[in-house]
């Protein structure tokens, strides 16, 4: 089982890295984990993975700056059905828009669109940034949440947040002055707003169950 990660000039793909392939030996699961900027070799791959750290638009903009990538994600994930891994800016990527520094245009792999944090409580800071309690929708029965239950915490690390049109398609929330969406799934796809390299033990589940995840 081939993984890629996307490197598209965003995110620590090091870490990334690391947390993937301890969660593959620890689950048993073999297979090459490949960072990669080749459209060719996200093709190929079993399971396709987009991290991001900084801005919408500046994370857009460099995947827009690999030929053929985006064709390739389309392809692999919208058509073909490979399984997809959004991680923090990279999730937010799968939106209709973001609205950092002016509108501009997601992948539109999920209803919504990316807006600004605005607690409710003024004495919470932004960017949200440490660690949260999840809390998973009342409906969510989901491959990707085995064995998550109450007091599961995640790290997060951002200040704009996936606002989504269809509630169905969020899995877990935390609460930062109003509730942020913290994972989202839909066919074959997912994306975690928190870091699942900097959550430990919760974070090593979450990528073991996408290692597992046979949508």
């Not at 990669?36 to 190929?44: G, I, K, L, N, S």
């Not at 827009?64 to 891994?85: N, S, T, Y």
């Not at 200040?159 to 969406?181: C, F, H, K, P, W």
């Amino acid at each position: 089982m081939s993984v890629a990660i996307i490197d598209y000039g965003s995110g620590n793909l090091r870490s990334a890295a690391k947390a993937f392939e301890r969660s593959a030996r620890q689950a048993g699961h073999d297979g090459p984990i490949e960072v990669t900027a080749d459209p060719d070799r996200v093709r190929a791959a079993e399971r396709i993975v987009l991290p991001g750290v900084g801005a919408f638009a500046d994370c857009k903009h460099g995947l827009e700056a690999l030929p053929g990538m985006i064709d390739a994600l389309e392809e692999r994930v919208r058509h073909d059905g490979r399984p997809f891994l959004g991680i923090c800016v990279g999730m937010q990527l799968m939106a209709e828009r973001g609205t950092e520094h002016g509108v501009h245009a997601g992948l539109g792999w999920i209803a919504g669109e990316v807006v600004a944090i605005a607690p409710d409580d003024p004495g919470l800071k932004v960017p949200h940034m440490g660690w949260n309690e999840l809390a998973l929708a009342a409906e969510a029965d989901h491959p990707l949440l085995a064995g998550f239950g109450a007091h599961d915490h995640a790290y997060f690390v951002h200040s704009y947040r996936l606002a989504t049109t269809r509630q169905e398609d969020v899995l877990a929330e935390v609460e930062y002055g109003g509730a942020i969406t913290a994972l989202v799934a839909r066919d074959t796809m997912a994306g975690v707003q928190f870091h699942p390299e900097k959550s430990q033990e919760t974070g090593l589940r979450l990528i073991a169950n996408f290692l597992s995840w046979a949508p």
